[in-house]
C-alpha cells in the first residue's frame, strides 16, 4: 500500500484560535485555559465516514454501545459543511460543543490546512474535544517515525501485540496484556499496517515486536500536539475481526474519556436443548439422521439414539463448578418420562440432574418437543404444511400448544426446579414462522403464551436474528452452535461436517459449493482428528467473537454434545480460556438468564428508538451530566469510578463496575424530570 508523504499541517496559534471564538476549554487536561463559564458538551460523537471499513467498525460499536452520533458521509456531495458553526454554539447564553469526540479516517480527511480541517481543529483545542484517527499510516504528522527509520509495513497476521504500561494503566485497562491478530488463511492478507517508532509527543498504547528488526513499535497511541489528542491507530481492519474487537472498547472509551450514554458489556450463555430426552443419530453409512423425512434406506435395526449418563450429570455439575459457569437446561419432562418407562422405570440420568437442580437455571422445552407450527405433511421432501378442506393451513390448536407449556412447567415445579415461568423454548423454535413453508408464525402460538405466562420466547438467530413480538411475548434470538445435535462423538461429528462442508468431487454432499453464505474445505477433515484440530478452534472463534461483541444473545447445542464423547465441552472450554487470557479480572464474562437477556435486547431497542427519534438530550457541564429521555425510557449510562446519582434529596450510588467504569441502565429518580450524574 503505498503513500505519499504529507506537509505538515499549518496551524494555527492556538491562544489565537481562543480568543477569535471567545470561548474557554472545558478543561479536559488541555494545557492553556481556565473556564470563566464552564461550556457544555453534549453527549454524542462526531462521525466521518469515507466509507472505509475502519470507519465502519468503530462506527458499528458506537451504534452498538448506544452512543448517539451523526455521521458525515464524504462521498455525499450534500453533506455538511464543517464550519465552526457545525460544530459549536450556544444554548441558553452557554458556549456548546456539539459533539464530545470525533471520529476521522486519517488525521486530515478534508486536506491540511483547508476551511473545514482548519475549523475541526480550532473546535477540538477550544474544547478539549478528542481525536481518533481510524487507520492511517506511520508518518511525523502523527508523531511517528517513518516506518524506513526502524518500524516496518506489511501484513500482520498472526502477530501478537501487547497492551503496553501506559494503555493498561489507561483506557486500555480492561484488557491482560498481549492478544493476536487473527490469520484464519494463509493464504489471504487479513490485516495490513505500519509498526513505527513514537516521537516526541507519542504515547504508545500498544505495540509490537518490530518483524526482522529490534525494538518495539506503535499500532494504536495518543498524539498530544498543538492543543489536541489524536489516537493513531495505524493497521487496517473491520468491525469482526478479533483484533478489532478486543480493542473496540478502548477506543471508545478513550474517544468519550470514559464518559458517554450507552454501555457495552462481554455476554456468554448456553443452552443446552432436549434434557432428559434421547436425540436421534448421524448415520455415517447413510449420510443421515434416521428419523428424518429425508432419511431413507437402511433395513436393519437403527442406531441407538444419543442421551446422557448419570456419570455426564456428574461430569456437568462438575464442570460448571470448575468453571463458574451455569449452563441453562432446557428441559423435556414427557420425553424423559416416555424414556423412564421403556427403560424398566428407572432414570439414573433424571435423579442425578434432579438432585443437582440448583447448580443450573432450568427453562421450558414443552414436554414431549413436538412441533408446534402448521400440522406437517410429510409425504413429500421437504414437507409441506398440511390443508383444511376449504384450502386453509391446518394448525396445531391453543389448547395442544397451552399444554405442553403448561404440562412441562408444572412437572418441574413438582421436582423442585429453579424456573421462571416467563421463559421458553419450543421444539425446533415451532410455532414462530418457518420459512419457506410456514411463513408466519401459527396464529394460536399468542393465546397459548398468554395462558402461561410466557414473555420470552427462542427464536433462531440464523433465521431471525431482531427481537420481535410473538403477541405479547418478545423473542430471544440464540445462536446456533454448529455442534450438531445428532452426534455424541468426535468421529460422527466430523463425518457429518464433511458431508455439510466438502464438495461431491470429495465425497460430500457439495451443499457447501451450492450455497452462497458456505465455503468447501480444501479436503475432508481426518474423522479421528479433525473435531479437535479445525472445528473446536473454528467453532470456538465464532462463540468467542460473538461474546466480545457486546452481544447477549445466548448460544444453544443438545444434551447429546454433553454425552459419550462429550463434544461441546472442548469448544466451551476454549471460549472461556481464551476469554480469561485476553480479559482483566474486572471485565468478567456475563452469563444471564433468558429473561435477563430479552430484557437487555428490549431496552436496546427502546433506547435506540429515542435516540433516532430525536428525543434524547444529554450533555456534560464540567462534573455534572444531565440525561433528558421520554417518560419511562431506561437510559444506559458509563461514567468513572466514583460517580454518582443526584437525587431530590441527597446522593445515590450509580450503576454497576465493569471494565473499570461504571455503567447500568437507569431513570430519573422521585420527582425528578431528568438523570443528574455527579462525576468524580
Known amino acids: 500500500m503505498a503513500h505519499t508523504a504529507h506537509r505538515r499541517r499549518n496551524h494555527r496559534n492556538a491562544a489565537a484560535v481562543l480568543a477569535a471564538a471567545g470561548l474557554l476549554t472545558l478543561g479536559l487536561s488541555v494545557p492553556g485555559a481556565a473556564a470563566a463559564e464552564e461550556p457544555r458538551v453534549d453527549l454524542r460523537v462526531l462521525v466521518v465516514d469515507n466509507g472505509d471499513g475502519p470507519v465502519q467498525a468503530i462506527t458499528a460499536q458506537l451504534r452498538s454501545t448506544g452512543i448517539p452520533y451523526t455521521t458525515v458521509d464524504l462521498n455525499d456531495a450534500n ?31 478534508f486536506g491540511a490546512g483547508s476551511a473545514e480541517q482548519t ?94 528488526g529490534s525494538g518495539r513499535g506503535s499500532l494504536v497511541g495518543e498524539y498530544s500536539h498543538d492543543g489536541r489528542r489524536e489516537l493513531v491507530v495505524t493497521f487496517a481492519y473491520n468491525q469482526y475481526q478479533q483484533q478489532f474487537r478486543v480493542l473496540a472498547r478502548g477506543i471508545v472509551e478513550w474517544l468519550t474519556q470514559g464518559i458517554h450514554l450507552g454501555q457495552a458489556r462481554n455476554y456468554f450463555a448456553v443452552h443446552v436443548d432436549d434434557v432428559f430426552a434421547p436425540d436421534a443419530r ?59 418407562s421403556e427403560n424398566g422405570g428407572t432414570d439414573a440420568l433424571t435423579d442425578r440432574l434432579l438432585a443437582d437442580r440448583t447448580q443450573y437455571r432450568w427453562i421450558n422445552h414443552t414436554y414431549t418437543h413436538p412441533f408446534l407450527g402448521c400440522v406437517q405433511d410429510t409425504s413429500t421432501v421437504p414437507w409441506s404444511c398440511a390443508k383444511n378442506a376449504g384450502g386453509s393451513t391446518q394448525y396445531m390448536s391453543r389448547s395442544e400448544i397451552s399444554a405442553q407449556i403448561r404440562n412441562n412447567h408444572n412437572w418441574g415445579v413438582s421436582k423442585g426446579l429453579p424456573l421462571d415461568r416467563t421463559e421458553l423454548v419450543t421444539g425446533e423454535h415451532s410455532g414462530l414462522k418457518t420459512l419457506p413453508q410456514q411463513p408466519a408464525d401459527n396464529p394460536n402460538l399468542a393465546g397459548a403464551l398468554a395462558d402461561n405466562g410466557v414473555k420470552w420466547i427462542a427464536s433462531d438467530n440464523s433465521r431471525e436474528p431482531a427481537q420481535r413480538s410473538a403477541g405479547a411475548a418478545l423473542t430471544v ?43 468447501c474445505l480444501d479436503e475432508p477433515l481426518d474423522t479421528a482428528t479433525g473435531y479437535d484440530d479445525h472445528i473446536v478452534p473454528q467453532e470456538a472463534r465464532i462463540a468467542l467473537g460473538h461474546a466480545v461483541s457486546n452481544d447477549p444473545r445466548p448460544h444453544y447445542a443438545h444434551q447429546s454434545n454433553l454425552a459419550e464423547d462429550r463434544i461441546l465441552y472442548p469448544v466451551l472450554d476454549k471460549v472461556l480460556a481464551d476469554y480469561q487470557a485476553l480479559f482483566a479480572a474486572d471485565t468478567p464474562v456475563e452469563n444471564l438468564a433468558q429473561s435477563a437477556i430479552g430484557t ?50 441527597g446522593t445515590s450510588a450509580f450503576g454497576t463496575p465493569y471494565a473499570g467504569k461504571r455503567s447500568g441502565w437507569t431513570t430519573p429518580g422521585l420527582l425528578q424530570s431528568a438523570v443528574t450524574l455527579r462525576l468524580p
Open 119 to 212: 475549523a475541526l481543529e480550532g473546535y477540538e483545542r477550544t474544547y478539549g474535544i478528542p481525536q481518533v484517527d481510524a487507520y492511517t499510516w506511520a508518518h511525523p504528522g502523527v508523531g511517528l517515525d517513518y516506518t524506513s527509520e526502524g518500524g516496518w509495513a506489511g501484513t500482520l497476521d498472526g502477530q501478537e501485540p501487547s497492551v503496553t504500561t501506559q494503555g493498561r494503566a489507561g483506557y486500555f485497562g480492561y484488557l491482560d496484556g498481549a492478544f493476536d491478530f487473527e490469520d484464519n488463511d494463509p493464504s489471504v492478507s487479513e490485516s495490513y499496517g505500519y509498526i513505527a517508532r513514537p516521537r516526541t509527543g507519542f504515547t504508545s498504547y500498544v505495540d509490537v515486536p518490530v518483524p526482522g
Open 477 to 519: 434470538p440464540r445462536y446456533p452452535m454448529n455442534v450438531y445435535y445428532n452426534t455424541g462423538t468426535e468421529a460422527e461429528m466430523a463425518d457429518e461436517y464433511n458431508w455439510i462442508y466438502t464438495s461431491t468431487a470429495d465425497g460430500g454432499s457439495g451443499i457447501c459449493a451450492t450455497n452462497p453464505a458456505s465455503t
Open 600 to 649: 437487555e435486547l428490549q431496552r436496546r431497542t427502546a433506547w435506540q428508538n429515542a435516540v433516532a427519534n430525536g428525543s434524547v438530550t444529554a450533555y456534560r457541564i464540567g462534573r455534572t451530566v444531565t440525561v433528558n429521555a421520554p417518560s419511562g425510557t431506561q437510559i444506559p449510562v458509563t461514567a468513572p469510578e466514583g460517580t454518582v446519582k443526584q437525587l431530590l434529596l
Open 282 to 340: 448421524w448415520d455415517t453409512e447413510r449420510n443421515c439422521t434416521p428419523g428424518d423425512i429425508d432419511c431413507v434406506g437402511g433395513g436393519g435395526e437403527e442406531a441407538a439414539p444419543i442421551r446422557m449418563t448419570a456419570a455426564d450429570a456428574v461430569y456437568a455439575a462438575q464442570w460448571q463448578r470448575d468453571h463458574g459457569f451455569k449452563l441453562d437446561m432446557v428441559y423435556n419432562a414427557g420425553s424423559g418420562e416416555e424414556w423412564k
Open 79 to 109: 453533506r455538511p459543511a464543517i464550519t465552526s458553526a457545525f460544530l459549536s454554539d450556544t444554548v441558553g447564553g452557554r458556549p456548546r460543543a456539539r459533539f464530545q469526540g470525533v471520529v476521522l479516517p486519517n488525521e486530515a480527511p
